[in-house]
């Protein structure tokens, strides 16, 4: 294909030649239009054909021809192109504001715009001063309202698929089979003269060996070092010497905090370090039963190697040196003083968090893990004391969205992350058990928030097989933020620990509160009326078993 050069800058066809504007209308110049003249000069051609520069230098550079293209479309495309780029506009703002007005959009959008509408019996018969104090005007007035029906008939199906089943114990044999190195370990008896659970361990190592060489704790955070750093340093000031050999002192906790998060556990383990009789782990949170000890330190992160359990048993070695430090007094020697010091340990994961069984144990039971945390903690400490804080689970998933959301915080986008966890949890408890679902490791990653934490009762009625309820004492935030020194002596009492004298006392009471909500966080406000209705709804039957369970209405989060 041959192109006029001069005069037909956007290069059209010898056969359409004649139909250019250009070259045909009032401005043709037949002199410079070599194709009319018939002159030899050299057209430009592209169908794969060498282009002579000749031909390239005489095409000359005119800003009004770059429009000529325009108008040698066809009148009937033109108008065609036209006529339907207006149709389509027409179309579109029709479809949005008569679709938006009704309700009738093709794609459902979580977010409804327009004016708040207050609806009592959503706000569970809460009371005008209820609601001022709890929720302030928003600046952009945006409300979920229309939510509501829908997702309401979520929480129905889940309520109706809601049994509350209790599990089969493993035997003692089975769970030897899963951990033969912990149950090698962690002897059957322990210290008759010390309350904490504790025993002596030969250590083969000599004075040039690290003891904390292959600890992972050490390996893995920075911020343990500097602990071990000083372990190592007074290491074998600590052995017992007996007989040629050298013996150290290794102890496991008296007592766990075993829950939930962002339920208070922060402020009750800081007010009980104070105690003078109690000590903690070197970390408040080893998370070793329910991660480390499977090789988890961000499940997102994939596996890393097991932590052994004589890394765990490392993070009590200062309060383990306090300890023998009594048994090793002349009073203990002569009198035969009992050691009251006791240990703590407060991972908030304890009570709910098995999400790592899928990966380590045969999947035979329909979904529902064959063993839980409880059955080996149960399996080495029989005696074991165990205190839960809860709080109201609604306040509770809010408060765990503030503190784990990373980015574009809100309440519109925690009520359609509720909202897309709600609809997955349903998914689940069609086709499994109730267990199955809370215990399932692809749901809980899946959820974009939180919600199994917030069921309470059905940990609870796990970690009742295996413990007795004298064992268990449950606290509530609520409770321990209107009166500190209340809980305390309830948490006093069940540790058995002994009398404090008023300054040691209002020391423990009187301390600000620990892990209070981050100020950026207090100024995205309260969550909205409509997403609060839709968790009530969702845990108020999870609220009222455990009202049951434990003769207390309180549970029931009726005020809250």
Same mark, same amino acid.
């Given at each position: 294909m041959?192109?006029?050069?001069n005069?037909c @800058?956007?290069? /059209?066809?010898?056969? /359409?030649?004649?139909h250019c ?8 110049n ?8 018939g002159?030899n000069?050299?057209?430009l051609y592209?169908?794969s054909?060498?282009m002579?520069?000749?031909?390239v230098l005489?095409?000359?550079?005119d800003?009004?021809?770059s429009?000529?293209?325009f108008f ?6 033109l108008?065609s ?14 479809y949005?504001?008569t679709?938006a007005k009704?309700?009738?959009l ?18 569970d ?9 709890h929720?302030?005007?928003s600046k ?6 229309k939510d ?5 008939l979520?929480?129905?199906? @889940? ?7 209790t599990?089969q114990?493993p035997?003692l ?13 962690i ?11 504790c +025993?002596?361990?030969?250590?083969r190592g000599n ?9 992972s ?6 911020r ?6 000083? %372990? ?7 052995l ?7 013996y150290?002192?290794r102890c496991l906790?008296?007592f ?7 339920c ?8 009980l370090?104070?105690?003078?009789d ?9 998370? +070793? +039963? ?6 988890? @330190?961000r499940?997102?992160?994939g ?6 359990v ?7 070695d ?15 020697k002569?009198?035969g003083?009992?050691n009251?010091?006791?240990?703590g340990?407060?991972?908030?994961s ?7 069984w ?9 979904g ?15 005696n074991a ?13 809010y408060?765990d969205?503030?503190y ?10 925690f009520?359609?992350?509720? =909202?897309e ?10 086709d ?5 679902c809370?215990y ?9 928030v939180?919600?199994q934490?917030? %069921?309470?009762v ?12 004298d064992?268990i004492l449950v ?5 321990? =933020?209107s ?5 305390m002596?309830?948490?006093?009492q ?8 008023e ?8 301390s600000p509160a620990?892990n209070?909500?981050?100020p ?5 406000g309260?969550?909205l009326p409509?997403?609060?209705?839709i ?12 009202a049951?369970?434990l003769?207390d209405d ?7």
């Amino acid at each position: 294909m041959s192109y006029c050069i001069n005069c037909c @800058i956007h290069l /059209l066809p010898n056969d /359409l030649h004649r139909h250019c504007f250009r070259c045909c209308g009032p401005r043709h110049n037949n002199q410079k239009c070599p194709v009319c003249k018939g002159e030899n000069k050299v057209p430009l051609y592209t169908d794969s054909k060498q282009m002579k520069l000749l031909a390239v230098l005489e095409v000359r550079t005119d800003h009004s021809e770059s429009w000529n293209g325009f108008f040698c479309l066809r009148k009937g495309k033109l108008c065609s192109l036209i006529f339907g780029l207006i149709i389509m506009t027409l179309v579109m703002a029709s479809y949005i504001l008569t679709g938006a007005k009704h309700g009738l959009l093709l794609i459902p959008s979580p977010f409804h715009y327009g004016a708040f509408i207050s609806n009592p019996s959503l706000m569970d018969n809460e009371s005008l001063s209820d609601m001022k104090d709890h929720y302030q005007p928003s600046k952009i007035n945006i409300s979920y309202v229309k939510d509501y029906p829908s997702i309401k008939l979520i929480i129905d199906t @889940i309520t109706s698929k809601i049994e509350f089943i209790t599990r089969q114990r493993p035997d003692l044999e089975e769970l030897r089979k899963q951990e033969p190195h912990m149950f090698s370990v962690i002897p059957n008896k322990f210290l008759p003269n010390s309350k904490n659970p504790c +025993w002596y361990e030969e250590y083969r190592g000599n004075t040039t060996t690290d003891p904390y060489a292959t600890n992972s704790y050490a390996l893995y955070s920075r911020r343990f070092r500097i602990i071990f750093d000083y %372990l190592r340093k007074v290491f074998w000031n600590h052995l017992y010497h007996y007989k040629d050999k050298h013996y150290r002192l290794r102890c496991l906790p008296h007592f766990y905090i075993i829950g939930q998060p962002k339920c208070g556990t922060t402020d009750l383990y800081d007010r009980l370090r104070l105690h003078p009789d109690v000590r903690f782990s070197a970390i408040k949170e080893p998370h +070793w +039963w329910t991660r480390k000890r499977f090789g988890i @330190i961000r499940l997102r992160d994939g596996f890393h190697n097991r932590y052994p359990v004589e890394d765990y048993l490392d993070l009590f070695d200062l309060a383990a040196h306090q300890i023998q430090g009594v048994l090793q007094s002349e009073a203990a020697k002569e009198h035969g003083e009992m050691n009251n010091i006791i240990i703590g340990e407060a991972s908030a994961s304890t009570m709910w968090d098995n999400n790592a069984w899928i990966f380590f144990y045969d999947n035979s039971t329909e979904g529902e893990p064959p063993f839980l945390i409880q059955d080996f903690l149960h399996a080495f400490q029989p005696n074991a004391k165990l205190i839960i804080m809860l709080r109201d689970p609604v306040e509770r998933l809010y408060s765990d969205y503030l503190y784990f959301a990373s980015a574009n915080k809100s309440a519109e986008d925690f009520h359609e992350k509720v =909202a897309e966890s709600l609809q997955l949890f349903e998914n689940c408890v069609l086709d499994y058990s109730l267990r199955a679902c809370v215990y399932n490791n692809t749901l809980n990653n899946a959820m974009p928030v939180r919600l199994q934490v917030g %069921l309470y009762v059905v940990y609870l009625l796990d970690w009742l097989t295996v413990f007795d309820k004298d064992q268990i004492l449950v606290l509530r935030l609520e409770d321990h =933020a209107s009166s500190v020194k209340y809980t305390m002596h309830m948490v006093f009492q069940f540790l058995d620990l002994g009398p404090l004298s008023e300054k040691q006392e209002a020391l423990i009471t009187k301390s600000p509160a620990s892990n209070t909500r981050r100020p950026e966080d207090r100024n995205l406000g309260p969550m909205l009326p409509t997403t609060r209705a839709i968790l009530k709804d969702f845990y108020r039957p999870f609220n009222t078993k455990l009202a049951q369970v434990l003769f207390d209405d309180a549970f029931l989060w009726k005020r809250t």
